[in-house]
């Protein structure tokens, strides 16, 4: 995957602050979420993308599954260019995202079942490589038969990483796969991770709130702030770089917050 001076600009309308009612003015105000963006992913690399809120990550990753494209720039993966080549794109990718959608009243299996259908998957080998991942990750077939509303936020998790990976694709998208889990939950999802790493022909890219797990399961790691990347190494390397052993360190130092204020900051949206 190549990302060549990207960007994506958003506009927001500007409010009139001396007013009560905080009227809108009528005019707008460019907020460059992408900033002239440059990186590329190795096959078979687990890419880590770190940043604060408002950072520009969760809109890379959208640019990365086409569900933008960017104003600037080029974005080619497996050398298909993501604007033109678009449904070329999609057959190599899939997304698990913090908050997955799902039809609530079915239940897992059923749910991952027309997930079969949609990705033109044989409905039983569907069904049989759904389980046969829910079981992996710690999900037996009574949960699996349990409508979606009736499940806790971590085993709901779990069918969206076991929809994702029924399909083996060439690229997988972790969007926060772990962000609200409890800590056997995490630590299911974050060694079957590895276990796709070493079985399947997979290259990852992750954003993630946890400092430890991205220094567990990633390749490289590239800390974005206001839109650019600010820093980009191995774990180990940019640890290196500011003299710490500490990757919450590493982050404050190139973003001026801490961990714990980003924690802060997501939990109050």
Wanted: hydrophobic share 35%.
């Amino acid at each position: 995957m190549e990302c060549r001076d990207v960007c994506k600009s958003f506009y927001e309308e500007i409010k009139d602050s001396r007013s009560w009612k905080n009227l809108f003015l009528g005019k707008k105000r460019e907020v460059k979420a992408v900033h002239q963006i440059s990186f590329q992913i190795r096959r078979n690399e687990v890419f880590g993308l770190l940043g604060p809120n408002g950072s520009g990550k969760s809109t890379l990753i959208r640019l990365l599954s086409t569900l933008l494209f960017p104003d600037r720039g080029q974005l080619t993966i497996f050398g298909h260019d993501v604007v033109r080549d678009q449904r070329q794109v999609r057959r190599f990718i899939n997304r698990v995202s913090v908050e997955a959608s799902f039809f609530k009243k079915l239940s897992a299996i059923e749910n991952l079942r027309y997930a079969a259908r949609i990705y033109g998957l044989n409905t039983s080998e569907g069904e049989r490589k759904a389980l046969s991942i829910l079981r992996r990750l710690g999900m037996n077939e009574d949960k699996a038969q349990t409508s979606l509303e009736n499940l806790s936020r971590g085993m709901q998790q779990k069918v969206a990483i076991a929809r994702a990976l029924m399909t083996s694709p060439t690229l997988l998208l972790l969007d926060e796969p772990t962000t609200g889990l409890d800590p056997k939950s995490k630590r299911d999802v974050q060694e079957y991770v590895e276990e796709v790493m070493e079985t399947h022909d997979a290259t990852i890219i992750l954003t993630t709130h946890d400092m430890d797990e991205a220094e567990r399961l990633c390749d490289r790691i590239a800390i974005i702030d206001h839109g650019k990347i600010v820093a980009m190494d191995t774990a180990e390397g940019l640890k290196k770089q500011i003299g710490t052993a500490s990757m919450e360190e590493v982050f404050f130092r190139f973003t001026g917050k801490s961990w714990e204020d980003v924690l802060a900051d997501e939990n109050t949206e």
